[in-house]
């Protein structure tokens, strides 16, 4: 078990599902009920994780937990990094936001939000950031269509 | 097209607040802070809306000394927010009491556009989020990829990109640094800004046949080698530059008008810009001296020496002096690449991956076998996950890629650093007149075609 894993563990235990290296990046997935303990325990550990550099999500149709959502942490002394990793689940995707360990998260997760419909529990302001507020579907699902846009204008009349 | 109130109360809805309010019924919850901003006073029930006229007739109240809140909107279209970035501002007085940023204006779904090319394709599309900064975005998207396929790049290539990666933060900060005298009424500055900004541009249009959004990095290297005459070219600049700078320094630095616009405005401790995300000069200046290039070098940095320049004031005008500085310290690192420049390849000698040279083509029917391939259906990469990070000139460039080992993205995520820096917007400005939010939002630097991708 890795350095990252145990500061976890300690904090939280149970909370870390599975970790491994990949590319030379240290993965940690961790169960998403226990995902803001482990951030924090992350964030005032000795590894000093200070940084929250991205929140962001990938879907995967074919898995159970459809929703992966990855958190990059960066470490400001060391520049040393580590992913969380955490699946939301697929009917009605739900996670509890970071926002109290780090409020730089908001716009992140209201991206996240924007783009895969995955809510937030807890998080402060979660509306559309990047689509237009009143946009219907998650544009970044790979089940929502492409192509296809109605031409507004055309000269062929 | 009448349209009433969704509460039935049978009132006309400006179409703004109609759209603000769509989203929350269909998900059958409360308006959120933002959503509520944006709606405006449409958005209140009955009961409030009783509440509020209550209160402003209370504030109706014109004897000297009551102050009346005013809410003002400022953009999407403003000449001094650099871009479609929109504000909404409450204002006690003249001074700034909360601001809610609106943005989204500038979204073109290249994320998802990338899922729908292929890797090779996508590179295209990259170079076009960060529009002062295309090689920055490229670096972070080709390293990722490499990152994954596990190819090494030549060190030439490595040299070419740090050469051109320094080069255009020069450039990107000289928009910078022109737009933001401008605002500030220094309009002088701006010419001469650009006309410096223009020669990069010029060398950027040598190098890769397009002034701006150059998709000339490649997976494994770079499109091509430099041509002849560029080496001495960007030494005739670079030692033109330091003399410039020294002319845009005496302009500003010691300016009266400058420094009372700048010192002491939009102040914020380095721990909670961190807590932010804020990265890049904004976080310098505030005296943390993360730069991902010394603390975690990429493609070659740790060749060369340069210093991080720092400030502990965390105001406008020491975010401006770091970032002077950084244009200095961009010199220095320019000057090193373009004296050491290793010979050797461009792009690494991988035919699964890097399209073979043109001239085998004629000859070859493996090359040319590869080259349709290539082109046709694109290179796979295996299954994995990458994230790499550069410091771009406004910070931590981000990409995150996820492959599933076809030969296009299962998903392409960037990190741009506008987005995660514009957050600080809103604590930065509170408290302040609401002529310093430009002077504000001008040395965050933020580029909305980075924020909204």
Sequence with gaps: ?157 | MSTTDPRTENFPLAAESREAMEGALREQRPLTPTERVIAGVEAYTPEEAAERTLANEMLADTRPGVRQPLLINLGPNHPSTHGVLRLIVELDGEVVKEVTPVIGYLHTGIEKQCENKTWWQAITLVTRMDYLAPFANITAYTMSVEKLLGIEVPSRAEWIRVLLGEMNRLASHLVWLGTSGLELGAMSVFFYCYRERDQLLDLFEMVSGERMNHRYFQVGGCAQDLPPGFIERVRAFTDEMPKRIDEYEALLTGNPIWKDRMKGIGVLPAGELLALGVTGPTLRAAGVPYDLRKVAPYSGYEHFEFDVPTATEGDSFARYLVRVQEMRESLRIIRQVIDGMPEGRVIADDRKVVLPPREELAYSMEALIHHFKLVSEGFTVPAGEAYAPIESPRGEMGCYVVSDGGPKPHRVHMRDPSFVNLQATAPLCKGNYLADLIAIVATLDPVMGGVDR
Excluded: K
């Design chain 1, 1 to 157: 078990m890795s350095d990252v894993s145990a500061q976890i563990e300690a904090v939280t235990p149970g909370a870390v599902v599975a970790e491994f290296t990949h590319v030379g990046e240290l993965t940690v997935e961790v169960r998403r009920e226990r995902i803001v303990e482990a951030c924090r325990a992350l964030r005032d550990g000795p590894g000093q994780f200070a940084l929250l550099s991205d929140v962001t999500c990938a879907d995967f149709p074919d898995e159970p937990g459809r929703f992966r959502m990855a958190y990059h942490l960066a470490s400001i002394q060391t520049g040393s990094r580590v992913r969380l990793r955490a699946w939301a689940g697929a009917l009605e995707p739900e996670i509890e936001s970071v926002t109290s360990v780090w409020p730089g998260a908001n716009w992140m997760e209201r991206e996240v939000y924007d783009q895969f419909g995955v809510h937030f529990a807890g998080h402060p302001d979660l509306c559309r950031i990047l689509n237009p507020l009143d946009w219907s579907g998650h544009p970044l699902r790979r089940d929502y269509p492409i192509g296809g846009e109605e031409v507004q204008f055309t000269d062929a009349e």
